[in-house]
């Protein structure tokens, strides 16, 4: 079984946990994730079976987006409302005042990642020292935010709809937003709604796969993995050069330099490089 199922993620489920029950229902140990999301968020999740797992870390580089639930005069050790609370005022803003400071905050930014994250320090993850009291030195990392509106209002939780890059904390960027306001804020809530090209139009839930299992259907919930590529231009091989591409070995190919599906006689191939004339390979796909 090989190809890439877009699950919606429901809220208390880690990704881990969601890729263990999928290895259970069907029956595939090469499964991973494109794209951590925290416990208490939901939504767009894709899931690497089989032979596509190869492409994992082209959905992890891919930009995301979010709803984001904002509430103000609240800060936690987590940054969201699932954490113990530090500061508690009561103190909100304005949909005025908030909507004022969101450009500061689009483009191009150095975010600290929170204690409680995967990234590692010392070979430990932050989260681990977090839960033991600890405080790490981190380094701020540059992330993009493309796109940061907000999209919602009920007077006491704003909701914010967040286009960013890879490595974006939006827990972070909304601390970071109730510290520059001066009221403090946490995150409320978190649904990705895209992952790449992927949305929630292409999502399934981990009952429907369930139910796909049990009647022996779960393989026609599987999108193909060059469905992951579908914006790149297409580019096609005789059965000559699909046995050079097989075999790992770059080959003149005519044609204007650039990243390109590639297919052959027996299918989808290989993410290919064109640089100079020479076709070469960035990441095979095919079975061996």
């Given at each position: 079984?090989?190809g ?6 429901p ?21 991973g994730?494109?794209g ?38 609240l ?16 103190s909100s ?6 909507e ?38 981190r380094?701020?990392r540059a992330v ?5 509106e ?23 960027l909304?601390?970071?937003i ?20 992927f ?12 139910a ?14 060059d ?16 046995k050079r ?5 770059a ?15 027996g ?13 070469s ?8």
């Open positions: 079984m090989n890439i199922i877009i699950i919606d993620k809220s208390g489920w880690t990704s881990h946990d969601v890729v263990s029950k999928l290895r259970g229902l069907l029956r595939e140990r090469r499964i994730h494109g951590t999301l925290d416990p208490m968020a939901t939504g767009v999740l894709p899931v690497f079976v089989g032979r596509a797992t190869r492409a994992v870390e082209f959905c992890e580089s891919a930009e995301k987006e979010y709803l984001a639930g904002m509430r103000f005069g800060t936690t050790d987590t940054q969201d409302i699932t954490g113990r609370v530090l500061t508690e005022s009561g803003v304005t949909a005025g005042e908030l004022a400071v969101l450009p500061r905050f689009t483009g191009e930014l150095e975010q600290l990642p929170p204690m409680y994250s995967a990234v590692k320090v010392g070979g430990k993850k932050l989260y681990e020292l977090a839960r033991r009291g600890m405080e790490a030195e380094k701020p993009t935010i493309r796109t940061l907000l999209t919602g209002w009920d007077g006491k939780d704003a909701l914010l709809r967040v286009v960013c890059s890879k490595g974006t904390y939006v827990r972070t909304i601390h970071d109730g510290e520059d306001l001066g009221c403090g804020a946490a995150m409320s809530s978190l649904r990705r709604t895209r992952a790449g090209s949305t929630l139009a292409d999502a399934r839930t981990l009952e429907e796969v369930e796909a299992s049990q009647s022996g259907t779960a393989d026609l919930l599987l999108r193909p993995v469905s992951l590529f579908a914006a790149l231009p297409r580019l096609t091989v005789t059965e000559e050069g699909e591409i097989r075999n790992g070995v080959f003149p190919y005519p044609g204007k330099d650039g990243t390109y599906r590639v297919y052959g006689p299918g989808f191939l290989m993410l290919g490089r064109l640089a100079s004339g020479v076709l390979t960035i990441k095979s796909f095919f079975e061996v």
